[in-house]
């Protein structure tokens, strides 16, 4: 049985920054992207209809409780979305930095893609 260097490990992320600087800045890119178009399609839908709700506010008055539960289940809607997409971002990031680390010559794409080990960790 072998034994698992741990020292070697503790610093393999960094050896990995170290090699290839240029896949991490990607990653970094790919997860801001991926993450901003849902957040915008969840704030474009949240945000008008929160404003709107709030009008009475300005006034003096309260949102009814009518109005407030619609918005929450508007909101809610997009829930399974926003679930789906984190769990394709964050399966195809492991996936990169695993697949930096124990494959370091496969590296096209900046080793991201969407294939049988992503569906397989996802």
């Known amino acids: 049985m ?3 260097a741990v020292g070697e490990a503790a610093f393999e992320g960094f050896r990995v ?3 290839r600087p240029l896949a991490v800045v990607v990653w970094g890119l790919a997860l801001l992207v991926l993450t901003a178009g849902p957040t915008a399609l969840y704030l ?18 309260e949102p009814s409780p009518e109005d407030m539960f619609a918005l929450q289940a508007r909101l809610m809607a997009l829930n399974p979305l926003l679930m789906l997409t984190s769990l394709v971002i964050k399966t195809l990031l492991m996936c990169a930095v695993f697949r930096a680390v124990l494959t370091p010559r496969d590296d096209r ?14």
Do not use: C, T, W
């Open 17 to 19: 920054i170290a090699r």
């Open 2 to 4: 072998s034994q698992i």
């Open 44 to 61: 474009g839908n949240f945000l008008p209809a929160f404003f709107d709700l709030m009008r009475p506010a300005g006034s003096g008055g």
């Open 109 to 122: 794409f900046f080793y991201l893609r969407l294939g049988k080990a992503e569906l397989m960790v996802g």
